[in-house]
Nanobody, 121 residues
């Protein structure tokens, strides 16, 4: 079984910063992309940022210049540094990984349970 566990959410004032972490554990042979999505109340889940194992990182236009995604491949962990937070960033943030659980097996997408980020004064 593969598990993704997020941490780092919370309440922050507008203009503040938060750092989210997501650690993948369990049966992992290899990981392609890891990324972050978010879902605000009444809205669909949307991509925030994704970082492939190679190639360029992709960000939503709404977070470019404010959010930075990074990975520690040795720890199977992805981070999301969020600066200059705005009330419209309020959402549940989900970690996503494209993971191959065992050799010769297919890659599959796995999701974390989500962590709440609330930006409010």
């Amino acid at each position: 079984q593969v598990q993704l566990l997020e941490s780092g959410g919370g309440l922050v004032q507008p203009g503040g910063s938060l750092r989210l972490s997501c650690a993948a554990s369990g049966s992992i042979f290899s990981i392609n992309a890891m990324g972050w999505y978010r879902q605000a109340p009444g809205k669909e889940r949307e991509l925030v940022a994704v970082m492939p194992s190679s190639g360029s990182t992709n960000y939503a236009d709404s977070v470019k210049g404010r959010f930075t995604i990074s990975r520690d491949n040795a720890k199977n962990t992805v981070y999301l540094q969020m600066n200059s937070l705005k009330p419209e960033d309020t959402a549940v943030y989900y970690c996503n990984g494209h993971i191959q659980p065992y050799a010769l097996g297919p890659h599959r997408y796995y999701w974390g349970q989500g962590t709440q980020v609330t930006v409010s004064s």
